[in-house]
């Protein structure tokens, strides 16, 4: 598809599993971004790539936040040893640089850690 | 404590009513923006303000930006059902850059 694809749209897992959340932006947008959005609140900044280099990962909750992306293109974000405070909705988008475009979104993933 | 503050957090009218959503910060940005998310969706821009005292209008949207680049107001005329969902503003601090911080959003509910 044209837009930014998220997956898997749901995922409910166990306290203490990892899991990885995976985003494709859309192609030839540099830049790439991952928000955390929790219910009745606004988004969250979690970390941007441009290319696949990461300039600011200062929005990543802990260390058991991680995120890469490869081929300038697809990016995974993990979060290791889940904690129930970590549930939430995991927004990706992509823009065509950093420094300019409009931010498209995909539809999320909803992560419930039980 | 969030930057940018958005008021009011719920807002249910009838179809027809018009309304104003608000959204105010202490900082200062470059630009804001404003979005929309449907449930289930990702955000979708409406509209970018730059300037101090700017004014865009979408339709029966109009957006405005504080003279001091530190506020926004979202004004809808004659809401329609289908304006229903979550407005959101953010905005952009330093000079360049897509670094956008969020408010908590207005929930709009625009019954028929």
């Known amino acids: 598809g044209a837009g930014v694809s998220q997956s898997p749209s749901n995922k409910v897992t166990e306290k203490g599993k990892d899991v990885e959340l995976r985003c494709d932006p859309i192609?030839?947008?540099?830049?790439l971004y991952w928000y955390r959005q929790r219910l009745g609140q606004g988004l969250e900044f979690l970390i941007y790539f441009q290319g696949n280099s990461a300039p600011d990962k200062s929005g990543l909750p802990s260390d058991r936040f991680s995120a890469e992306r490869t081929g300038e293109s697809v990016s995974t974000l993990t979060i290791q040893r889940t904690q129930q405070e970590d549930s939430a909705v995991y927004l990706c988008a992509s823009s065509l640089s950093y420094n300019t475009g409009e931010l498209f979104f995909g539809e999320g993933s909803r992560l419930t850690v039980l | 404590t969030q930057l940018l503050e958005q008021s009011p957090q719920f807002l249910s009218i009838q179809e027809g009513e018009n309304l104003t959503v608000y959204c105010n910060s202490s900082s200062v940005f470059s630009s804001l923006q404003w979005y929309r998310q449907e449930p289930g969706e990702g955000p979708v821009l409406l509209v970018t303000v730059v300037t101090g005292g700017e004014v865009k209008k979408l339709k029966r949207l109009t957006f405005q930006f504080g003279d001091a680049r530190k506020d926004s107001s979202l004004h809808i005329t004659a809401a329609q059902p289908g304006d229903t969902g979550l407005y959101l503003c953010?905005?952009?601090?330093?000079?360049?850059?897509?670094?956008?911080?969020f408010g908590a959003g207005t929930i709009l509910r625009v019954k028929s």
């Open positions: 192609s030839g947008h540099t830049a």
């Open positions: 953010a905005g952009v601090q330093g000079e360049y850059g897509n670094k956008l911080v």
